[in-house]
Every structure is written in C-alpha cells, then in structure tokens.
C-alpha cells in the first residue's frame, strides 16, 4: 500500500526540541521531493519545509527557518522534521506530504499527521 | 506572498444537489510558459489523511470520482461538486504552488 506514516509528535516545552518522522512505503520514495505541511487547531493549512530528492537542497517558510530543518535517509526511506527552539504557535498536526514532481509544489499523497504540543 | 481567499467559509447543500467554492489568489497563478495555472484544491476529512482533488486548475487527482471539477485561469478559480454525497462533508482547501511559500486558502467548510 503505498502511504506514509508520521510519528515523534507530542508535548515539548518552548525552547526544547523535537524531531518528527515520515517513513514512506509502497513507492520508490528516492524519486520525490517530499515537504512538511501543518494545521494548527482550528487553523487552515500551512506549508512548512520541501526537500529536495538528494536531500542537498532545503527550503523553508520564514516562521520556522533557521529553528526547523528537513532531512531525509533514503536508504531508509524516511523523512525528518528537526525542531529546535520550537514556539507556542507551533503547536499543529505535521502532515509529512508527497510532490508528484520536481518541486512542483502541489501533493498528492498525505500522512495522517502527528501532533505537536508546545507547552511548558 | 501570495495570498489566497476563499469564499464562503461555510455552506449547506443538500444532498444532490450542486455546491461551489470559490478561491481568489492575490496574483495571477498562470505560468505563461506553460500556460498551465499553478492552483490545487484538497478534501480534508477528520481522522482521514487529506486528499488530493483537482491539480493544473482544473486536472482531477487520481480516483476522484467526476463529480468534482476544478475551473478558472489566473487569479479567480472555482471547485464545483456536482450530485453532492453525504460523504463529501469535509473542509475543501485550495493552494498555490506557483511560487514558495505555497500559501492555502483559509478553508470552506462543506455541510449537508
């Protein structure tokens, strides 16, 4: 079945850290760029971070760059989510998503999402 | 950044019948190019993974029953759901991907 699975959410505090991760199956996850999107409660949608299929190039939305980074082991067929430094508005389900593409920038296979609570 | 609105944030349709939901992004999405308009719109379902609906505008994603159409060019798009099913209750979000960040819609909130 192709699909992915997010895991490592739960309860930080502000300043701590947390790393999320997708493992991707059913599909040759080395062919595609991969991206974060999250939702906070009762909020719309909100891309987060893209990885390029190498991994070598990253990109980021400007309220998570430079306390967010993206990674991946295709090896292992997994994608990361590093946060550092994490806020209270942070708080959000983090879908780990597909680009059908090169960089194209729409998705076409979502995770289910796993849940980041920022609270002291 | 681009910025996209949609309209309304709610509505009731009865079942069968047809329900449309408008996006407007803050710049035209048309890649000249190409000629292709860089707007998505996705079906979210609570406890269910969100779908993927309408891709290039008007493109239906994979297993997308026909019910679903996507239209419009440039700035002003629409989703129209025609026969409306008891199972498309959810929150329908249109996205452009015409440059980073890709920026969502606020959501509409599809009721029976």
């Known amino acids: 079945e192709v699909q992915l699975v997010e895991s490592g959410g739960g309860l930080v505090q502000p300043g701590g850290s947390l790393r999320l991760s997708c493992v991707a199956s059913g599909f040759t996850f080395s062919s595609y760029w991969m991206h974060w999107v999250r939702q906070a409660p009762g909020k719309g949608l909100l891309w987060v971070a893209r990885v390029s299929i190498d991994g070598s190039s990253a990109m980021y939305a400007d309220s998570v760059k430079g306390r967010f980074t993206i990674s991946r082991d295709n090896a292992k067929d997994t994608l990361y989510l590093q946060m550092n430094s994490p806020r209270l508005e942070d708080t959000a389900v983090y879908y780990c998503?597909?680009?059908?593409?090169?960089?194209?920038?729409?998705?076409?296979?979502w995770g289910r999402g796993t849940l980041v609570t920022v609270s002291s | 950044d681009f910025v996209v609105t949609q309209s309304p944030d709610s509505l009731a349709v009865s079942l069968g019948e047809r329900a449309t939901i408008n996006c407007k992004s803050s710049q035209s999405v048309l890649y000249s190019s190409n000629s292709r308009d860089y707007l998505a719109w996705y079906q979210l379902k609570p406890g269910q993974p969100p779908k993927l609906l309408i891709y290039w505008a008007s493109t239906r994603g994979s297993g997308v029953p026909d019910r679903f159409s996507g239209s419009g060019s440039g700035t002003d798009f629409t989703l129209t759901i025609s026969n409306l099913q008891a199972e498309d209750v959810a929150v329908y979000y249109c996205q452009q991907y015409y440059t980073t960040p890709y920026t969502f819609g606020q959501g509409t909130k599809l009721e029976i």
């Open positions: 998503v597909r680009d059908p593409r090169v960089a194209t920038g729409y998705f076409d296979l």
